[in-house]
């Protein structure tokens, strides 16, 4: 199993700022990944967060936007950059260990 | 991309009765992954599912995968209250995972 954490658990921002969301584990793994996830609504998947290499991002999702950072096996950071309120969401962070797919409690971010 | 397809969106059954939700894929599905949230909460991994016609149970859970790997369903028999929750498929392929929409459980007392 893993054991995930996420801070800030919540954040409320300005519109033009922007908010770093970091994720650790407790344990070493490949397989990392970042979604956004609007109330009622499934995961969107923003990107894969990669150790050593630059983050898959999926469609609609770019780098200047959302950069990502894997420094280590454990440890990922998300940045929501010139936010404004559409960016209002719960950002998970998850990762892969076997076959099953652990979360972090999320964060939730409002922009005003 | 990969689309999974998820009925109902939405589900209010009374205390006792049982629930079902539906996982639906055009294409043949690799795996299938099944996952819990509770209102406020994150998801939680339930089960996979690899094979064809594959059944496995976890206490009132059933899951199924379909002959054709294309489908797949969760039963809930007899609700309680602490089913309450939205439950996600997803398939895991191409090194990442594709949610289905979520059905969402109300469980009335």
């Known amino acids: 199993s893993a054991v995930i954490s996420q801070k800030p658990s919540r954040d409320i921002c300005q519109r033009g700022t922007s908010l770093t969301i970091q994720c650790q584990v407790d344990s070493q793994v490949t397989m990392m990944f970042w979604y956004r996830q609007q109330p009622g609504q499934s995961l969107t998947l923003i990107a894969t967060?990669?150790?050593?290499?630059?983050?898959?991002?999926e469609s609609g999702f770019v780098i200047d936007k959302f950069p990502i950072s894997r420094p280590n096996l454990t440890f990922s950071t998300l940045t929501v950059s010139n936010m404004s309120p559409e960016d209002s969401s719960i950002y998970l962070c998850?990762?892969?260990?076997?076959?099953?797919?652990?979360f972090g409690p999320g964060t939730r971010l409002l922009v005003l | 991309g990969q689309q999974v397809m998820q009925i109902p969106q939405y589900q209010h059954v009374q205390e006792g009765e049982d629930f079902t939700t539906y996982c639906n894929s055009s294409?043949?599905?690799?795996?299938i992954q099944w996952y819990k949230q509770r209102p406020g909460g994150h998801p939680v991994f339930l089960i996979q599912?690899?094979?064809?016609?594959e059944v496995k149970k976890q206490k009132r859970l059933t899951f199924q995968f379909g002959e054709a790997k294309k489908n797949s369903s969760l039963h809930i028999t007899a609700t309680q209250t602490t089913d309450v929750g939205t439950y996600f498929c997803?398939?895991?392929?191409?090194?990442?995972?594709?949610f289905g929409s979520g059905t969402k459980l109300n469980v009335k007392p």
């Open positions: 998850s990762v892969k260990s076997e076959e099953t797919q652990y």
């Open positions: 967060a990669n150790q050593g290499s630059e983050a898959t991002y």
């Open positions: 997803a398939e895991y392929n191409f090194n990442k995972f594709y």
């Open positions: 294409t043949t599905l690799s795996n």
């Open positions: 599912l690899v094979k064809s016609g």
